[in-house]
């Protein structure tokens, strides 16, 4: 199934409010990544800054060290002794962050999270395409690839990052229903933030299963670390490698046949929508289910979960242009 990629924001005119008498001309929103440092994130925090030119107001991501939850929480905290009114973050872990979080709205913060739909004191999630659109993509280029013959391994950033674990969900419950030839070769593995931990967990899982076809990761390292064992093993074609990788550090590895493709969606698009839906809440602007809203396009709203629509399908045909565009 082919997308075509939406690669640019709509334009957004902003309108200068306040949401009380003592509120600040524009907005300062403020986005705590998973870590900092990666590819992925960079290329969010480029939308970030992009989008808060373009409104006019101060917008910026904070970059942990590591993808510890804790790491964040205090983020968080600095933030709020900041006095910042929108708070973004992408979770490494929800239940972690529900107690800063519920501070922060306290506080009178707007808080919105990108790949965390179960989170609870938040005023809304983002999610740039369904869950189950995701991992279900993902599981039937793996199914078409591998032949639904032989073993398989899932690698998720984290086993309690919520986002990672949802796509991973879907593709699972896909294959077992569409592909029964072929069966997991063990429980998901919780390494797909880092290319060492996802290449060394790979060698080890091609020495201990030799009929090992493909390896599905949700998680922006995972895919690249996965690869880079295979082709070290001369695996190229005889292990598919699938999943969340940025365009421009997976590129060579899609074109050597390595990294077979995968789908995802545009961090940098993600940056962008942080600050936009973090300036209309700030102004008070309402959001409704099905409504076209700035970069997201038309929304689906389940409670206070924003579902759009904007796959990117990452193979020969498409890394290239997304890598010139720095994601």
């Known amino acids: 199934m082919k997308y075509k990629a939406l690669l640019t924001a709509a334009t957004l005119t902003g309108i200068i409010g306040s949401t009380g008498a003592m509120a600040q001309e524009s907005p300062t929103i403020a986005v705590v990544a998973k870590v900092g ?37 205090r983020a968080i905290e600095d933030l709020i002794s900041r006095g910042v009114d929108v708070i973004g973050v992408v979770p490494n872990d929800r239940e972690v962050l529900e107690p800063v979080l519920e501070r922060a709205r306290e506080q009178g913060i707007i808080v919105l999270t990108h790949e965390s739909p179960e989170s609870v004191n938040i005023d809304y999630d983002f999610e740039m395409i369904s869950a189950q659109q995701l991992g279900e993509e993902h599981a039937k280029l793996l199914a078409e690839t591998t032949g639904c013959e032989g073993s398989y391994a899932v690698y ?104 077979t493709g995968g789908f995802q969606w545009s961090p940098l698009e993600a940056g962008k929508a942080f600050v936009a839906l973090g300036e209309m809440l700030y102004n008070g602007e309402e959001i409704t289910d099905g409504a076209e809203l700035p970069v997201l396009g038309d929304i689906t709203l389940d409670g206070h979960t924003i579902f759009a629509s904007q796959p990117l399908e990452l193979n020969k045909e498409t890394v290239d242009e997304l890598a010139e565009l720095g994601l």
């Open 156 to 259: 998720v950033g984290g086993l309690s990052v919520p986002a990672h674990n949802a796509w991973a969900d879907a593709a699972v419950n896909w294959l077992d229903e569409n592909c029964a030839g072929l069966t997991q070769a063990a429980e998901r593995f919780g390494v797909a933030e880092s290319v060492d931990d996802s290449r060394n967990t790979t060698l080890d899982l091609l020495r201990a299963h030799e009929d090992l076809a493909g390896i599905m990761s949700f998680g922006s390292q995972g895919t690249i670390g996965a690869a880079r064992a295979v082709k070290e093993r001369g695996l190229e074609g005889d292990v598919a490698v699938m999943g969340l990788f940025s365009p421009g550090q997976g590129r060579r590895l899609v074109h050597e046949g390595v990294i």
């Open 37 to 73: 440092g990666i590819p992925w994130f960079n290329a969010m925090e480029m939308g970030i800054e992009q989008m808060g030119e373009e409104l006019g107001v101060e917008a910026y991501m904070v970059g942990p060290t590591s993808a510890d939850p804790a790491l964040q929480v």
